[in-house]
């Protein structure tokens, strides 16, 4: 098999391709592979000038037909200083083990190579949808809006001459500008909509608005719970648009509308494709968050942001529409019957309001018309466009276990809360026998608490007037005795009248307990749902209360509450305590040593309040400002010396405590409202945060059901407000009509959701991951494929890594891996340190994981400065010089130093070398020119990471920036400042990365549909994971297209970089999950505080199964992929 | 605690463990109660006994018991409850009550299709039960009991409600588990479609002496100064306390009148008098000490004050502090506070 191949190579003088590295016997012979196989696969083994492992000679040939592997002397020469390079910075290139070959016949390319290809197949996929939206785009005058809507059960058509109605089953055009209403009062099903194509217009009225009483059968809902009232959709509330063949909607956030139609729901796709605006919207002139900021405020522009105000808006229609089209603004009034009106109202108003939804079509279609010109021309590929339509076209399958999920988290958290609630009230229980000869005075967190108390006392007693008789009980059936004690305290009962008429709560309790208690119920007026106890029911985790309850402290000082700066600690300063009036500075003292920095404080203090004491009457009101004055005026050297997180905020208390504040994570100005909210529970881990009482474990219990409690609080609204339609019977499968309850999810996708057109979702693109101590977490793994159905997909392995690395690598070598950066990204392996965040640690002396969170930091543009804040956060005994020189260490070894070279124009008057910027700013200051007109335009050099710093400057820097593999152009609102080009820098930089991420992606969706046809269901994407709906017989052959879209969407990308070769270390997925669930891994079993035993216990699902290439060959039945039926038949 | 390191209660710890049987008989009321056994068999004393109940005699009439006396509960779910005394008890090494025991038992027949999903309901409804009546609700964890060999895996499950003690000590306080029945001897129709079906059985076993032994440690187990004994107040034996300081013969004469007042309105009082007169001061405070460590949840200071103007401090167990009521709001303000 060698043979012809060597001759193939033999114009080349030198062998490079060296054969047969015989392969670690482990690696070769592992997972039953043939021992043939390996024998035949080793002929296949190549690797480059620097190492790297290269794909299998058959791949080569395949994909790259028109390129040969040969190499020149230059070439060769220019590796030798690679590889020293590689060595300098601690790279071994002899370290790296090859993996085994993959022998594969894939189906034949569509045209000369892999950039014809792709932009072949992803022409076909978008051309049924272009031939449907072009139209549209080019249709200058919609037809004319019916003078009057009929108000009709379901779809009628309006003739465009006329305007007469005819009730249809669905619309007859197959592209359509569509809009829908919901009246948020009566649900998340739709009441209205209009829809215009180029011939006519619709309308759609859902039956709930035309008949008073829904005649459609009330369905028992699915599995739920007496005591949850949950929605239950069906598909006939939604609105029908047909299926088979492809057909187009248009619509603003079109995802919200398409989330309404009844076909999206169904397990066969319908061939519906949206095209959003906002999303258009968002490539064409999308802003940073700084931007959106300023856009939302209300104040007068700065001069330098005038540019870019004029080249964007915020997303609605309304100012999207404003933008592009200009005119008189949209009016929204209308809307407000549908947020805040009843049925009843739409009804009343059912004229005005569907022309208020027509109005917005039209809109959307003035809109549509100027803006998608404005995107085929700054998104030349087909692949963005189709991308994009494959996005918008998401589907969630779930069941029955959906509503078990929302139940079982709703009751845990509702038995947590009881707990924390239970602890809180013993808690405050045991602190009211502080009471007792004040003993409070001296408790380091209750002393500021309310302790006065109330008493119970009688009125006056009328001087002449006896007391009415109070009317005891019946007393017949008493013993003579029992009548007797009766008559003899009768005069006790009848002071009853003298009791005040509003009884005080409590009396004899301090007022803060009483402030949790409710008053006993009257007799006769006991609800029976909110029972009444004895004791503090009303407390809760959020009050202010519960931290001093749990005595809690920051960095070892006792936490303090302070209205206006909000929660703070004490630290004291000074060791007598003489002057302190409340707060208990002994029991401090005793706690809390004054800390050294504070100490010198407190001998200056006394001397200047010394000073303060001599003046007058009149003038201690003058002497106490200056006193805190100079406090102020310490306070930056105290600020130097303290070490600590807290906030100074100039506050002395009872002259013998600093008032710090706790950090807030907006920044020092804002106020923490309650320690135990989500931003602080991990600092209980730390250490930071803890209770003053170690051996209390009701604080180490509350603080532990926060922290359960915080993911499912912040997450239930979105979680529970999912729109989930439930499918009928009928309208499943046959073959899963086995009496379970299925249905569907379709988010709300934002398909180019950010500047860098990453989709946005809120509920699911930001889900966690299952942790054991995360109320609720299981979310993910409750999207359920129907039985007979799998979920397949993958994560693209380190994909802005490697993204960012082949960038340097193709601009400054030429070559994969040449660079440091390139080299440690495909070779670099965590098991013998030689991967990118070991290599970082070892140089700078901090552990793995922290260099790797400071990576991703710095290649995502975060400077110096913020990797010494992280370090010092991870680190507390760092002294900030310390600090200072790690950051400093790590930045020079991975960016490297910034040079500078000179203008040709000054040649001769300076020597031709690089000059760091210091330099630089001199030579330009002497010769009084700007830094620019001295030298070019600075670059990295010396770091491991130079190379790709460089390149994407360079990117980012034009005047036109475009991502690197589908040409996509930069938002208008960032591109139009050429001046200034350091403004937005860190932003345009991550755009290059995060934005070429997205053009991956799109591919590999194309070639995803490319490969399976219509085999597969897109489910959902999260930025680098790619998930698909199967069934079960297609199922691994899906896993194997994965693979092979990973293998063509790599080669497609480093050939529009100049590259001609892939390094089989990313050639293929590390592997492909092929699971019932979707989870981030088919061996989670997702157990949460709601899901105590497990996937497989508690909901008795099996964990799936990952495949590797090798196995998804053989589990797909054989490497000849062009032999697939329907690949076949294609060709 | 005997000499064979087994525990007895005695007449104060047995009261409160016939309140707590009260408790359960009124928790789940969808129930049909089948009343008393003595039968010894039909309790899961050994592991394996956990899940073949459905063999015994007593199931079997308990069964026919349910379709002919109560056809119209005779469908999933349903619930049976019986009691059971029995000279075996449940395996429990760090308390063990002296036989013989009485066993709580719930049966809850299920629809098969949906057990697991009851069998979880269940075990959080009894764990939040017993978390009620405990000084920490903490304590309580369900910890899963892996299953004898003899036993079919995709049938049975068991798990274990434990109250636990510091880092070592542990008592199973409930028992349940869930086991499918198959065949024709047992089938009930489902609630919602009609269709008949062999039920799933959820059983839970609670032995009565050892979970009241339980509570009891519970109540001493809390990390306050004072020797409280912090009895759940709907369950304490003693709920209230009279005490005064003796002044003279109509003080006595109104402890009198107000233990009568109290008993006669069903609350339970200490023992004895039912009332407490106290010499001086310190024999006050001895006396709520008393009180405190019997765990009785409230205690009624009379003064000379009160037979001015029948104003008197209703004192608290847990707060150590007194609220000033009037002689007029008894018994009704106390009936409130026991009521939940």
Not at chain 1, 8 to 15: D, E, F, G, P, V
Not at chain 1, 724 to 739: A, F, R
Not at chain 1, 851 to 870: H, S
Not at chain 1, 1068 to 1084: A, G, I, N, P, Q
Request: proline share 6%; net charge neutral; hydrophobic share 35%.
């Amino acid at each position: 098999a060698s043979k012809p191949r060597r001759e193939h190579y033999a114009s080349s003088a030198i062998k490079i391709y060296r054969k047969v590295k015989p392969l670690p016997q482990k690696a070769a012979t592992a997972d039953r592979q043939p021992q043939k196989a390996s024998v035949e696969v080793s002929g296949e083994y190549s690797e480059n000038l620097v190492k790297v492992q290269m794909i299998s000679q058959n791949l080569h040939r395949q994909i790259f037909p028109q390129t040969t592997r040969h190499t020149t002397e230059e070439q060769i020469a220019a590796a030798r200083q690679h590889k020293e390079d590689l060595r300098r910075h601690g790279v071994d290139i002899e370290s790296s083990a090859p993996v085994p070959d993959v022998q594969l016949q894939l189906p034949a390319l569509q045209g000369q190579n892999i950039e014809e290809h792709f932009h072949s197949i992803a022409k076909e996929q978008v051309e049924p949808y272009e031939q449907l939206l072009l139209p549209l785009v080019q249709c200058r005058e919609l037809p004319a809006r019916p003078k009057r809507w009929e108000f009709l059960a379901g779809w009628t058509a309006y003739d465009p001459d006329d305007g007469t109605a005819t009730p249809v089953e669905q619309p007859l055009e197959k592209g359509l500008v569509f809009d829908v209403e919901v009246c948020v009062s009566a649900g998340q099903a739709p009441v209205l909509a209009t829809a215009v194509s180029t011939k006519r217009w619709y309308c759609w009225v859902s039956p709930k608005l035309t008949k008073h009483r829904l005649a459609v059968e009330k369905v028992e809902p699915c599995d739920v719970g007496a005591d949850f009232e949950r929605p239950h959709y069906t598909l006939e509330e939604l609105i029908p648009l047909g299926a088979g063949g492809p057909s187009l909607v248009v619509g603003h956030n079109v995802s919200y509308d398409r989330a309404r139609l009844r076909e999206q729901y169904r397990i066969e796709d319908s061939g519906t494709r949206f095209v959003d605006t906002m999303s258009l919207h968002m490539c064409v002139s999308g802003v940073t968050s700084y931007q959106r900021a300023m856009l939302k405020s209300k104040k007068e522009p700065a001069p330098e942001d005038l540019g870019w105000l004029e080249q964007s808006s915020l997303n609605s229609l309304v100012e999207v529409h404003r933008l592009y089209c200009g005119g008189q603004a949209l009016s929204k009034e209308p809307r407000n019957i549908f947020v805040e009106g009843t049925l009843e109202q739409v009804r009343t108003n059912f004229q005005s309001l569907v022309n208020y939804c027509a109005g917005d079509v039209e809109a959307t279609h003035r809109v549509l018309r100027v803006l998608y010109p404005m995107y085929g021309e700054r998104f030349p590929h087909p692949a963005s466009l189709a991308g994009m339509l494959e996005m918008g076209s998401a589907y969630l399958p779930v069941n029955s276990n959906w509503e078990r999920y929302i139940r079982e988290a709703q009751l845990t958290y509702e038995d947590l809360s009881i707990e924390a609630k239970y602890h809180l009230g013993r808690r405050a229980e045991e602190a009211c026998s502080l009471l007792d000869e004040e003993q409070y005075r001296s408790n380091l967190w209750l002393w500021d608490e309310d302790w006065s108390v109330q008493q119970l006392k009688l009125k006056q007693a009328p001087k002449r007037k006896s007391l009415p008789r109070v009317e005891l009980p019946e007393l017949s059936d008493l013993s003579s005795e029992q009548r007797r004690l009766y008559a003899k305290f009768q005069h006790l009962y009848d002071q009853r009248s003298l009791l005040p008429a509003r009884r005080p709560l409590l009396p004899g309790y301090p007022q803060w307990y009483r402030k949790l208690c409710r008053k006993p119920p009257t007799e006769d007026a006991e609800l029976e749902e909110d029972r009444w106890t004895p004791g503090a029911s009303e407390i809760s985790t959020g009050m202010q209360i519960a931290p001093k309850l749990l005595s809690l402290c920051w960095e070892g000082y006792p936490l303090h509450y302070q209205r206006e700066h909000g929660w703070g600690f004490l630290v004291p300063f000074r060791s007598d305590a003489a002057r302190a009036e409340r707060i208990p500075i002994q029991e401090l003292l005793a706690r809390c040593a004054v800390p050294e920095f504070a100490r010198q404080c407190a001998s200056q203090e006394e001397s200047n309040l010394a000073y303060d004491m001599l003046p007058g009457q009149l003038e201690e009101h003058l002497a106490k400002r200056q006193h805190y004055k100079k406090i102020s005026q310490k306070q930056q050297r105290l600020e130097a010396q303290y070490q600590g997180s807290g906030v100074w905020c100039n506050q002395v208390l009872d002259d013998c405590c600093f008032f710090l504040k706790l950090p807030h994570k907006n920044g020092p100005s804002f106020r923490v409202g309650s320690p135990l909210s989500k931003d602080f529970l991990n600092k209980f881990s730390e250490n930071v945060l803890s209770s003053g009482e170690p051996a209390c474990q009701a604080a180490a219990r509350v603080i532990d059901i926060a922290r359960m409690m915080s993911y499912w609080r912040n997450n239930r609204d979105r979680i529970m407000g999912q729109m989930v339609v439930w499918l009928e019977q009928e309208q499943l499968p046959s073959e899963l009509t086995d009496g379970k309850s299925y249905g569907a999810i379709c988010p709300q996708v934002v398909a180019c959701g950010t500047l860098t057109r990453r989709a946005m979702e809120p509920t699911w693109m930001t889900a966690s991951n299952s942790r054991p101590n995360r109320l609720g977490s299981e979310l993910r793994s409750m999207v359920q494929a129907p039985p007979g159905y799998r979920l397949v997909g993958a994560d693209v392995d380190s994909q802005e890594l490697w993204i960012a690395s082949v960038l340097g690598d193709a601009y400054a070598c030429g070559q994969h891996g040449a660079t440091p950066l390139g080299w440690m990204t495909l070779s670099g392996s965590k098991s013998n340190g030689s991967d990118m965040h070991s290599i970082t640690a070892k140089a700078v002396g901090i552990s793995r994981d922290h260099a790797k969170v400071i990576n991703y930091a710095r290649i995502y543009g975060a400077g110096q400065q913020f990797a010494e804040t992280l370090l010092r956060q991870f680190n507390p005994t760092f002294s900030a010089s310390e600090a200072k020189a790690k950051a400093m260490k790590m930045f020079a070894i991975t960016k490297g130093k910034r040079v500078y070279r000179l203008r040709e124009e000054f040649h001769d008057e300076l020597e031709d070398r690089g000059y760091s910027s210091y330099e630089a700013s001199r030579l330009a200051l002497q010769r009084n020119r700007t830094l620019g007109e001295v030298f070019h335009r600075p670059s990295w050099q010396g770091g491991t990471e130079s190379a790709m710093f460089n390149r994407l400057e360079e990117i980012a820097t034009g005047s036109q920036p475009k991502t690197p593999f589908l040409g996509g152009r930069l938002s208008r609102a960032l591109e139009s400042d050429a001046e200034q080009e350091q403004r937005f820098l860190p932003t345009r930089i991550n755009w290059v990365v995060q934005s070429g991420a997205v053009d991956f992606l799109h591919l590999m969706l194309v070639s995803m549909r490319w490969l399976m046809g219509p085999h597969v269901r897109f489910c959902l994407s999260f930025h680098d994971e790619l998930r698909y709906l199967v069934q079960e017989d297609m199922a691994a052959k899906a896993a194997l297209a994965m693979h092979i879209t990973n293998l063509l969407t790599r080669s497609y990308c480093v050939s529009r970089i100049g590259l001609h070769d892939l390094p089989m270390s990313v050639a293929f997925f590390s592997s492909v999950e092929v699971d019932t669930v979707l989870r981030k891994e088919c061996t989670m079993d997702c157990q949460t505080p709601s899901n105590p035993h497990g996937l497989r216990i508690g909901y008795g699902i099996q964990p799936g199964q990952s495949f590797s290439i090798s196995e998804a060959i053989d589990k797909a039945g054989g490497s000849d992929v062009s032999q697939w039926p329907w690949i076949k038949q294609r060709t | 605690v005997l000499d064979d390191s087994r525990v007895e209660l005695l007449a104060h710890g047995q009261a409160y463990g016939e309140l707590l049987k009260q408790q359960w008989l009124s928790l789940r009321p969808l129930a049909a109660y089948l009343g008393n056994s003595d039968s010894s068999v039909d309790v899961s004393a050994t592991h394996l006994q956990r899940f073949s109940f459905a063999s015994s005699k007593r199931f079997h009439s308990n069964f026919e018991q349910l379709v002919r006396e109560h056809p119209r509960k005779a469908k999933c779910p349903t619930l049976l409850k019986h009691l059971c005394t029995s000279s075996a008890c449940l395996p429990n090494p760090f308390l063990s009550h002296k036989p013989p025991v009485t066993h709580l038992i719930t049966d809850f027949l299920v629809e098969p299709y949906r057990a697991l999903e009851h069998f979880y309901n269940m075990q959080r409804e009894s764990k939040i039960w017993w978390m009620r009546y405990s000084s920490n609700p903490s304590r309580y964890r369900i910890v899963a009991r892996e299953l004898p060999a003899e036993v079919d895996a995709k049938d049975c499950q068991a798990i274990d409600i434990m109250s636990c003690y510091g880092e070592e000590c542990s008592v199973a306080v409930e028992q349940l588990s869930l086991v499918k029945l198959h065949g024709d001897d047992f089938r009930l129709p489902d609630a919602r479609t009609g269709q008949t079906l062999p039920p799933a059985v959820i059983r839970s076993v609670i032995e009565l002496e050892t979970a009241t032994c339980a509570l009891l440690v519970d109540g001493c187990d809390h990390a306050r100064e004072t020797q409280s004994l912090l009895l759940n107040r709907v369950l304490a034996p003693y709920q209230c306390g009279i005490a005064c300081q003796e002044v003279d013969g109509d003080m006595a004469d109104l402890c009198l009148h107000i233990k009568d007042v109290l008993l006669r309105a069903g609350l339970r009082l200490c023992q004895g008098n039912g009332y407490a007169l106290t010499k001086d001061a310190s024999q006050l405070r001895e006396h709520i000490k008393l009180s405190d460590m019997m765990g009785v949840p409230y205690t009624l200071l009379l003064s000379e004050q009160t037979l001015q103007n029948g104003l008197l401090q209703l004192r608290s167990r847990d707060t150590r502090l007194a609220e000033t009521i009037h002689i007029s709001d008894l018994p009704n303000y106390l009936m409130n506070m026991f009521k939940h």
